[in-house]
T-cell receptor, first 118, second 115 residues
Framework: AQSVAQPEDQVNVAEGNPLTVKCTYS??????LFWYVQYPNRGLQFLLK??????LVKGSYGFEAEFNKSQTSFHLKKPSALVSDSALYFC????????????????FGQGTILTVHP | EAQVTQNPRYLITVTGKKLTVTCSQN?????MSWYRQDPGLGLRQIYY???????DKGDVPEGYKVSRKEKRNFPLILESPSPNQTSLYFC??????????????FGQGTRLTVV
């Protein structure tokens, strides 16, 4: 079974400081990893993904994430946080070689509330 | 504009009254799924469909039904809603080509309250 853990329910940072939202995963075979953001009363918006290749992936709004296979992690980062980055962030994994009922399934972490203070 | 459209956005209903939440996508995606979002639990898959007339259970299917008669539509049906189905629901779609490397596209969500 595949799973995702976001160990911090909440992350607080000051505007202008770097931010990190942590994510670890468990999956059979090679993972496809995704980060989504949810603003209040909105759907999930895609930020970035890791499929293969370079371990550092860049996405929307200045976010990036680093894939670490040995630590099974995919932490979301941004060098300089903005107040407008305050939202709920979800990490998700999809197994690249899953079959049967797990084919295509996205498994999400429980979410991390990011609050950026002015 | 590529999008997944859910209706209604908000719904308050009473226990036992059948309801349907509609979902439609305009991207010709084969794979569609329903999730429910609950605080502290993230998003959990209810049902999914790999194509027309092909549906299967996700992690939390009890109390829900789905159908996929057309590629673009994937309605979620609650035959007899109960208060524990009060939640935020999301529909999502993805193309199957490329081995599902493409991210899923999500609807705006339906906030359901069952009293």
């Amino acid at each position: 079974a595949q799973s995702v853990a976001q160990p911090e329910d909440q992350v607080n940072v000051a505007e202008g400081n770097p931010l990190t939202v942590k994510c670890t995963y468990s999956v059979s075979g090679n993972p496809y990893l995704f980060w989504y953001v949810q603003y209040p009363n909105r759907g999930l918006q895609f930020l970035l993904k890791y499929i293969t290749g370079d371990n550092l992936v860049k996405g929307s709004y200045g976010f990036e994430a680093e894939f670490n296979k040995s630590q099974t992690s995919f932490h979301l980062k941004k060098p300089s946080a903005l107040v407008s980055d305050s939202a709920l962030y979800f990490c998700a994994v999809r197994a690249s070689n899953a079959g049967g009922t797990s084919y295509g399934k996205l498994t999400f972490g429980q979410g991390t509330i990011l609050t950026v203070h002015p | 504009e590529a999008q997944v459209t859910q209706n209604p956005r908000y719904l308050i209903t009473v226990t036992g009254k059948k309801l349907t939440v509609t979902c439609s996508q305009n991207m010709n995606h084969e794979y569609m799924s329903w999730y429910r979002q609950d605080p502290g639990l993230g998003l959990r898959q209810i049902y999914y469909s790999m194509n027309v007339e092909v549906t299967d259970k996700g992690d939390v299917p009890e109390g829900y039904k789905v159908s996929r008669k057309e590629k673009r539509n994937f309605p979620l049906i609650l035959e007899s809603p109960s208060p524990n189905q009060t939640s935020l629901y999301f529909c999502a779609s993805s193309p199957l080509q490329g081995g599902l490397r493409t991210e899923a596209f999500f609807g705006q969500g339906t906030r359901l309250t069952v009293v």
